[in-house]
């Protein structure tokens, strides 16, 4: 993976007078000398100590150094949720930070549909973020090949934060996770992971990928950090390790009887995700759009191949008598290599996945049947 800058240089922008809670971050290090909070949120949940601590909280964390004036409990006032900050000495700003290696940098994919379910809950977590608010950790489960990763991919562009992805089946020991002790020229020293450096600095989506295929051993090592105390003690490294400022994490799993070579998530882990989102296929229509869009045959054929699909799909999921799907991801290229050799592409796609065994009782002769359903010239020669 290569080096990827993460954030701008904040020496060179101007302060603004004022700056939106949710702002925070984006002036993260920046040396605040005098930070006046003028005024207080409006709602009635930011008018209690707690609430104003949770802000000093945060502007002491973005802003390490500074010295902050806050209105009394009595003097809060309702107005605009904004911090109002004075800034001694905007010059004294410091060095941003060197961009992480290892992070990715995903840009949107227009041609990327989310489904209704899936758009209404990252455009919620979104605005909580927006707001301030604390954000919930995301599971999303589903069938393979239906967007899932992408979906994780697509969140941070949009938000415009790097995406530290886990591959989690590669994920062994927790050292993987945290880091491990290294000796050089006669000196031991913490080779921090890339995992807790990333988490410590916030500001970035964790996508823990595949997260069922990691041993349970390992996982656990991660509890401490997605609970609420978004924190753990590394003892090797005589460290603790909290979770730094506007971090998501999204996990992806393939969760059901079918995924052979998977654990099953363990309640305590799933529990920490306080979303679930069901990720399924989309409808027949967005597909076929989906299919016309990323590899230009025509929507007619497009439907017909979703349609092979969706018959595939149903008997996979409801009666069983295919062991294997048709995902949208196969889909994608049964429509690629369709404009270079027509309904040829389904026996390089499609066909290999279901067993010929049986002959005309086989998998794969019920397979041909819904083919030559909507492409009646295609033979299996
Ligand atoms: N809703 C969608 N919109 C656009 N592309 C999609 C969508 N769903 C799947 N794809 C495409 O299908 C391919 C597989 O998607 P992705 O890798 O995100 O699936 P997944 O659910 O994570 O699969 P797996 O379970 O195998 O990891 C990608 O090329 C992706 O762009
Ligand atoms: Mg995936």
Same mark, same amino acid.
């Given at each position: 993976?290569?080096?990827?800058?993460?954030?701008?240089?904040?020496?060179?922008?101007?302060?603004?007078?004022?700056?939106?809670?949710?702002?925070?971050?984006?002036?993260?290090?920046?040396?605040?000398?005098?930070?006046?909070?003028?005024?207080?949120?409006?709602?009635?949940?930011?008018?209690?100590?707690?609430?104003?601590?949770?802000?000093?909280?945060?502007?002491?964390?973005?802003?390490?150094?500074?010295?902050?004036?806050?209105?009394?409990?009595? =003097?809060?006032?309702?107005?605009?949720?904004?911090?109002?900050?004075?800034?001694?000495?905007?010059?004294?700003?410091?060095?941003? =930070?060197?961009?992480?290696?290892?992070?990715?940098?995903?840009?949107?994919?227009?041609?990327?549909?989310?489904?209704?379910?899936?758009?209404?809950?990252?455009?919620?977590?979104?605005?909580?973020?927006?707001?301030?608010?604390?954000?919930?950790?995301?599971?999303?489960?589903?069938?393979?090949?239906?967007?899932?990763?992408?979906?994780?991919?697509?969140?941070?562009?949009?938000?415009?934060?790097?995406?530290?992805?886990?591959?989690?089946?590669?994920?062994?020991?927790?050292?993987?996770?945290?880091?491990?002790?290294?000796?050089?020229?006669?000196?031991?020293?913490?080779?921090?992971?890339? $995992?807790?450096?990333?988490?410590?600095?916030?500001?970035?989506?964790?996508?823990?990928?595949?997260?069922?295929?990691?041993?349970?051993?390992?996982?656990?090592?991660?509890?401490?950090?997605?609970?609420?105390?978004?924190?753990?003690?590394?003892? =090797?490294?005589?460290?603790?390790?909290?979770?730094?400022?506007?971090?998501?994490?999204?996990?992806?799993?393939?969760?059901?009887?079918? $995924?052979?070579?998977?654990?099953?998530?363990?309640?305590?882990?799933?529990?920490?995700?306080?979303?679930?989102?069901?990720?399924?296929?989309?409808?027949?229509?967005?597909?076929?759009?989906?299919?016309?869009?990323?590899?230009?045959?025509?929507?007619?054929?497009?439907?017909?191949?979703?349609?092979?699909?969706?018959?595939?799909?149903?008997?996979?999921?409801?009666?069983?008598?295919?062991?294997?799907?048709?995902?949208?991801?196969?889909?994608?290229?049964?429509?690629?290599?369709?404009?270079?050799?027509?309904?040829?592409?389904?026996?390089?796609?499609?066909?290999?996945?279901?067993?010929?065994?049986?002959?005309?009782?086989?998998?794969?002769?019920?397979?041909?049947?819904?083919?030559?359903?909507?492409?009646?010239?295609?033979?299996?020669?």
């Amino acid at each position: 993976m290569t080096a990827t800058a993460i954030r701008p240089n904040k020496a060179a922008e101007t302060l603004p007078d004022e700056i939106k809670v949710s702002e925070l971050h984006k002036y993260h290090g920046r040396q605040l000398r005098n930070i006046v909070v003028s005024y207080q949120i409006g709602e009635p949940k930011w008018r209690n100590t707690a609430q104003k601590d949770k802000l000093i909280e945060k502007l002491t964390e973005h802003f390490p150094g500074g010295v902050i004036q806050v209105p009394k409990a009595g =003097e809060i006032m309702p107005g605009k949720k904004m911090v109002k900050t004075k800034v001694a000495e905007t010059a004294a700003a410091v060095k941003a =930070e060197p961009p992480l290696p290892g992070l990715l940098l995903p840009k949107s994919d227009e041609t990327f549909v989310f489904s209704t379910n899936t758009r209404a809950y990252v455009s919620a977590l979104g605005r909580m973020a927006k707001n301030g608010e604390d954000v919930m950790n995301t599971l999303l489960a589903g069938p393979q090949g239906c967007g899932k990763t992408s979906v994780a991919y697509e969140f941070a562009a949009r938000m415009n934060m790097p995406l530290l992805k886990m591959n989690c089946p590669m994920v062994r020991e927790p050292r993987d996770w945290f880091g491990a002790k290294m000796a050089a020229e006669g000196r031991v020293y913490w080779d921090k992971a890339l $995992f807790a450096e990333g988490v410590a600095r916030g500001n970035v989506v964790v996508l823990l990928d595949e997260i069922t295929r990691a041993t349970p051993q390992v996982l656990n090592t991660l509890l401490p950090l997605l609970d609420w105390t978004r924190e753990t003690y590394v003892e =090797e490294a005589k460290e603790l390790l909290k979770v730094g400022p506007n971090t998501f994490f999204f996990a992806t799993a393939n969760i059901g009887a079918q $995924f052979t070579g998977t654990f099953k998530l363990d309640s305590a882990l799933a529990d920490r995700f306080g979303a679930i989102v069901e990720c399924a296929f989309l409808p027949d229509v967005e597909e076929a759009g989906l299919l016309v869009k990323r590899s230009g045959i025509s929507e007619d054929v497009a439907k017909r191949m979703v349609k092979v699909a969706t018959l595939v799909r149903a008997e996979n999921q409801n009666t069983g008598r295919l062991t294997e799907t048709v995902s949208t991801r196969t889909l994608l290229e049964v429509a690629r290599l369709y404009s270079a050799m027509q309904e040829k592409a389904f026996h390089f796609t499609v066909l290999p996945k279901f067993s010929a065994d049986g002959g005309k009782q086989s998998e794969r002769a019920q397979v041909v049947g819904f083919i030559q359903g909507q492409f009646p010239g295609f033979t299996l020669n």
